[in-house]
Antibody, heavy 121, light 111 residues
């Protein structure tokens, strides 16, 4: 099982970002893909997830108006788009897989290698 | 204020037993939601260490163990090794936020 993310990005404030997460080694439509970010020297922050089968997504309250998650089943790839970037969005963005909701809260495994995003003014 | 709290740092000598704590509340750990633990070596992605509060994925050494009681959870490293020096994050689900939450992380230093 592997999750391979797209490369580092440098963006201007106000721009949008799109990161990809290409998966392999398992049945793509049988799982969710989540997105988690980590600002420099900080902890982990959950952005939301997409159901890779149905295509519906759920977003964290803090990002509901700025994030869009999509997937392409034909190439087993998930995407995360974040709009209206600011310097506060400078972080490493990770994708991670979970099983379908189990009623007790799922765990993230495995994780992608991370995508460094730098936002400058 | 973070939904889950962890001590910023813990240190120990090789072979020592160290305990990392993770404290939540009635909308996450204190209800039926599980706690999961991740190890992150600086510059790399987090790696699953404990899932479902007490279970170890295959390949994780048995010196790592997890437990949960009330609104808190613990990760114990029995027989600390130099390669265990890393950041450790706990994670759960929060019903009030309707989303996943992480603790701020504990840095483990091997003296």
């Amino acid at each position: 099982v592997q999750l391979v993310q797209s490369g580092a990005e440098v963006k201007k404030s106000g721009a949008s970002l799109k990161v990809s997460c290409q998966t392999s080694g398992y049945t793509f439509s049988g799982y969710y893909i989540h997105w988690v970010r980590q600002a420099p020297g900080q902890g982990l922050e959950w952005l939301g997830y997409i159901n890779c089968n149905a295509g519906d997504a759920k977003y964290a309250q803090n990002f509901q108006d700025r994030v869009t998650m999509t997937r392409d089943k034909a190439i087993s790839t998930a995407y995360m788009e974040l709009s209206r970037l600011s310097s506060d969005d400078t972080a490493v963005y990770y994708c991670a897989r979970t099983q379908y909701w189990n009623g007790y809260g799922n765990w993230f495994d495995p994780w992608g290698q991370g995508t460094q995003v730098t936002v400058s003014s | 204020q973070a939904v889950l709290t962890q001590p910023p740092s813990v240190s120990g000598t090789p072979g020592q037993r160290v305990t990392l704590s993770c404290t939540g509340g009635s909308s996450n750990i204190g209800t039926h939601y599980d706690v999961h633990w991740y190890q992150q070596v600086p510059g790399t992605a987090p790696k699953l260490l404990i899932y479902g509060s007490t279970n170890r994925p295959s390949g994780v050494p048995d010196r790592f163990s997890g437990s949960k009681s009330g609104s808190s959870a613990s990760l114990v490293i029995t027989g600390l090794q130099p390669e265990d020096e890393a950041d450790y994050f706990c994670q759960s689900y929060d019903s009030r936020l309707s989303g996943y939450v992480f603790g701020p992380g504990t840095k483990v230093t091997v003296l």
